[in-house]
């Protein structure tokens, strides 16, 4: 049974099942949009007017779910702003049992609200947070009511610390350079019994953090990495270092000299809504396949370990 609802879930939703065996643990793409969605508040712009006139698919804000159907529980990777439909369509492989939070932008935490009174009146969801994002919660409204009422439980993470989520599954947080106004930002590695899997949905540039992209990328099987936007100059009238992200051209030119095999485990997501990319059978998005990588996909999932 559970295997047919898994199927009847990956058909409904559009997506593939990367790896295959009866209540293994995997991972599945709850969304791939920068923190404002696809399409965007107030955009009149021809690559959101695509949206609104339905010739282009919408897109849901960037978060990942992570389930272990053997023991009935699931894991959520952000909080986001699309929160009611990504936690609708995990509750098939179980009950909520924690939140993994990257960091204090929008679309990475206020998909919180959902858990208070007001809504679910949650009792007790444990919310896994770095230092800094714990104090953000707990010191400004109405994120402290929720601490206040019980709606959610607070859990230290710790930088390159490893918390076990289950028998199974592991997450680890790392440091990686952002704008950190409210809070520190990580991503995130997530080990099952068998494969590995890498998250950072934002960061400034790869060439301003410590640690080698390129070696990261050899240590796992798949690789979710920031794609915010496609290339310089996509935001007309702004100064776009003002928003640093590694513009996937930079990232394919970087990662040219990988091992074919290497360069396919990277998979951009966090698309803003100008980028190219996000047209399936447009310029960008070929550009990204003909280098060896692959644009996120809704639904997509990869299995963690074996039966």
Same mark, same amino acid.
């Given at each position: ?13 559009? &997506?593939?099942?990367?790896?295959? $065996? ?26 959101? $007017? ?14 990942? &779910? ?5 023991? &009935? ?118 080990? &099952? ?25 050899? $240590? ?88």
């Amino acid at each position: 049974m559970l295997k047919e609802i898994i199927l009847l879930f990956f058909l409904s939703s559009g &997506g593939c099942i990367l790896y295959g $065996q009866d209540n293994a643990p995997f991972l599945i793409i709850l969304g791939i949009a920068q923190d404002a969605g696809y399409p965007q508040a107030d955009c009149r712009k021809a690559c959101c $007017q695509k949206v609104w006139e339905k010739e282009q698919p919408p897109a849901r804000v960037s978060g990942l &779910g992570l389930a272990d159907p053997a023991s &009935g529980r699931f894991w959520l990777l952000d909080a986001t702003p699309d929160f009611r439909e990504q936690l609708h369509e995990m509750e098939p492989f179980g009950q909520l049992s924690g939140i993994l939070l990257t960091h204090a932008h929008i679309g990475h935490y206020t998909g919180l609200m959902h858990l208070g009174r007001e809504v679910m009146g949650a009792k007790g969801v444990p919310v896994y947070a770095m230092p800094r994002m714990q104090e953000f919660l707990k010191d400004n409204g109405p994120w402290g009511q929720l601490v206040q009422l019980n709606n959610i439980e607070l859990r230290a993470l710790k930088a390159d610390s490893t918390i076990a989520l289950s028998p199974t599954l592991r997450a680890t947080p790392f440091l990686v350079p952002h704008r950190d106004e409210y809070s520190e930002t990580v991503g995130f590695l997530i080990e &099952g019994p068998e494969k590995k899997a890498l998250y950072i949905p934002d960061i400034d540039k790869w060439h301003l953090w410590e640690r080698d992209i390129r070696e990261l990328i050899r $240590q796992v099987d798949i690789a979710f990495l920031d794609g915010t936007f496609f290339e310089n100059g996509e935001i007309p009238g702004r100064d776009m270092s003002e928003i640093p992200h590694p513009f996937i051209e930079e990232s394919l030119n970087l990662f040219a000299d990988l091992p074919e095999e290497e360069r396919a485990k990277v998979h951009f997501i966090h698309f803003n809504h100008t980028n190219p990319a996000l047209e399936k059978a447009g310029v960008a998005a070929r550009r990204v396949r003909e280098a060896g990588c692959r644009v996120a996909e809704e639904g997509m999932s990869i299995r963690m370990g074996e039966e």
